[in-house]
């Protein structure tokens, strides 16, 4: 009998301790969430928007500084690096001129 009421008593304890841990961690709202298909479609289009635009000028960010360093090679005039990098450059141009 003791056995039992100490077992129930663990057992209690746990149970209080996974209940408390599941509210701490906001597993209901999570459920709510995800049983929620518009919230969880808006959210992710937004997520989803976000990262785009964060590539984007990401992207565009880095571009700049390669073509940058791209011709500050060619100004320092080396022979055939020199030359097939001004032909990237070249071409880029002409691509960013015909837009």
């Known amino acids: 009998m003791a056995e039992e009421k100490t ?9 209080d301790e996974i209940s408390f841990n599941m509210e701490k961690s906001k597993f209901a709202d999570y459920v709510n969430y995800l049983e929620n298909p518009k919230k969880l479609l808006w959210t992710n289009f937004l997520a989803g928007v976000s990262r785009g635009f964060g590539i984007a000028v990401g ?41």
Do not use: C, H, Q
Request: hydrophobic content about 55%; overall charge positive.
């Open 7 to 15: 077992l129930l008593k663990n057992i209690s304890k746990k149970v």
């Open 59 to 99: 992207v565009t960010i880095l571009g700049a500084i390669v073509m940058y360093l791209l011709e500050m090679i060619v100004g320092w005039n080396l022979p055939v690096i020199g030359k097939f990098i001004s032909e990237i450059v070249r071409i880029v141009e002409e691509d960013l001129n015909r837009r």
